[in-house]
């Protein structure tokens, strides 16, 4: 029962890292989450859901002098989202299976990718303008990231909204249409990226 996603995180500007880049790489630690509402009639009867990403790649490369031109990528898997509300087994199980094969068919769409075409430096961080392309749909998304860098750490978090509708996904409807997954849903973020070795 929902539409969702989130991404791949693709920040382009420089061609190749320079002599005053870092890279740093995506870890474990690093979390995507989709936040679906409900709406219609009755949607005080249907669930709010959070699903959440278990698997994705990527890699920073950090310009602490030109933050524009620093480059992220980033790829969240589509078959690795997972439905963690209500805390119902049996529903979380049906309703993550439909998210995947119905919703998000990610056999045809495994990955789930923002590329940048704008990073300009913001106070605590950056603001990216970009592309995001889910289910083979490309919608142009602005996202204000919080950004920390350390000696070995880089962290950045944020969020936006997308609708379901703009990438020709139709909200989930139930009794009727009465109670319907919302047309809305946030996509938030928070990257932990380590130095490379070697860098």
Same mark, same amino acid.
């Given at each position: 029962?929902?539409?969702?996603?989130?991404?791949?995180?693709?920040?382009?500007?420089?061609?190749?890292?320079?002599?005053?880049?870092?890279?740093?790489?995506?870890?474990?630690?690093?979390?995507?989450?989709?936040?679906?509402?409900?709406?219609?009639?009755? *949607?005080?009867?249907?669930?709010?859901?959070? @699903?959440?990403?278990?698997?994705?790649?990527?890699?920073?490369?950090?310009?602490? $002098?030109?933050?524009?031109?620093?480059?992220?990528? @980033?790829?969240?898997?589509?078959?690795?989202?997972?439905?963690?509300?209500?805390?119902?087994?049996?529903?979380?199980?049906?309703?993550?299976?439909?998210?995947?094969?119905?919703?998000? *068919?990610?056999?045809?769409?495994?990955? @789930?990718?923002? %590329?940048?075409?704008?990073? =300009?430096?913001?106070? !605590?961080?950056?603001?990216?303008?970009?592309?995001? =392309?889910?289910?083979? $749909? %490309?919608?142009? $998304?602005?996202?204000?990231?919080?950004?920390?860098?350390?000696?070995?750490?880089?962290?950045?978090? !944020?969020?936006?909204?997308?609708?379901? =509708?703009?990438?020709?996904?139709?909200?989930?409807?139930?009794?009727?249409?009465?109670?319907?997954?919302?047309?809305?849903?946030?996509?938030?973020?928070?990257?932990?990226?380590?130095?490379?070795?070697?860098?």
């Amino acid at each position: 029962m929902l539409p969702l996603l989130i991404a791949g995180l693709t920040l382009t500007a420089a061609p190749a890292d320079s002599a005053d880049s870092v890279v740093y790489v995506l870890t474990a630690l690093s979390r995507f989450e989709v936040r679906v509402g409900k709406s219609g009639m009755f *949607g005080f009867l249907g669930h709010d859901h959070l @699903i959440r990403a278990h698997a994705a790649r990527g890699r920073v490369v950090y310009h602490p $002098v030109v933050p524009a031109d620093s480059r992220v990528e @980033i790829v969240v898997l589509a078959d690795s989202l997972e439905v963690l509300t209500p805390p119902d087994t049996a529903e979380l199980r049906q309703v993550t299976e439909v998210m995947r094969t119905q919703v998000l *068919g990610v056999r045809d769409h495994p990955e @789930i990718v923002f %590329t940048a075409r704008e990073v =300009t430096p913001i106070a !605590g961080g950056v603001r990216v303008r970009g592309a995001f =392309t889910l289910v083979g $749909v %490309t919608r142009d $998304v602005v996202a204000d990231v919080a950004l920390t860098v350390g000696a070995d750490t880089l962290w950045a978090t !944020g969020k936006f909204a997308v609708k379901q =509708t703009d990438f020709g996904i139709r909200p989930v409807r139930a009794g009727g249409g009465t109670v319907r997954v919302a047309d809305r849903v946030a996509i938030e973020f928070a990257v932990v990226a380590v130095r490379e070795p070697g860098d």
